[in-house]
């Protein structure tokens, strides 16, 4: 237990630094990208940014080792379905923290980007990046178990969190409209 609330911790301050980075980050992209002419550099900013510092505290904890036997899930549905008898505390953890690795990415990529204002491009490159973390915690034999319902459940997370923010899509808003 004081292994997992020391990691917490630590993905909890780091987090907490890089919120304060965060504000004057934006800024200075902003004003960069503003200068170079980008249509819409303070909304491609906070994106840029935004994905980073929602992302990188959770693959800090997923990619930290750990004492676990680690191992390979490659069977579909299979380790949801051994969550049944779980208790609902390690539900909600396996579950809610797997769909919230790529949230931060789901929301803002296609705000981000006209390319990616779309649910299937959002899922293809969730599903690449979380396909590459189980590979790197599986090859770097970090302690973790590697399995195929994480990439799902990091991919239905990022499609989810992308629908929240549909309103707010660069391919929605026209170029004109976005203030500089």
Same mark, same amino acid.
């Given at each position: 237990?004081?292994?997992? $609330?020391?990691? $917490? ?41 935004? @994905? ?5 505290? $959770? ?100 499609? @989810? ?20």
């Amino acid at each position: 237990m004081s292994r997992t $609330w020391e990691l $917490w911790g630590n993905v909890i301050i780091a987090g907490s630094f890089a919120l304060l980075l965060c504000l004057p980050a934006i800024l200075l992209l902003s004003r960069h990208r503003a200068r170079a002419g980008h249509p819409a550099p303070l909304r491609t900013s906070i994106g840029d940014i935004g @994905i980073v510092v929602g992302t990188a505290p $959770w693959l800090w904890m997923i990619l930290t080792p750990s004492d676990g036997a680690g191992g390979v899930g490659p069977v579909p549905f299979a380790d949801l379905l051994d969550l049944l008898n779980a208790p609902p505390e390690a539900v909600l953890v396996q579950v809610g923290g797997n769909l919230l690795v790529f949230a931060a990415l789901g929301a803002l990529l296609p705000v981000r980007s006209r390319a990616m204002s779309s649910t299937a491009r959002v899922a293809a490159v969730a599903a690449a990046f979380s396909v590459v973390v189980e590979v790197l915690q599986y090859v770097l034999r970090l302690g973790r178990f590697s399995s195929v319902d994480d990439v799902l459940l990091n991919t239905a997370g990022a499609v @989810i969190f992308a629908l929240v923010t549909r309103r707010w899509w660069a391919g929605r808003i026209p170029v004109e409209a976005v203030p500089r």
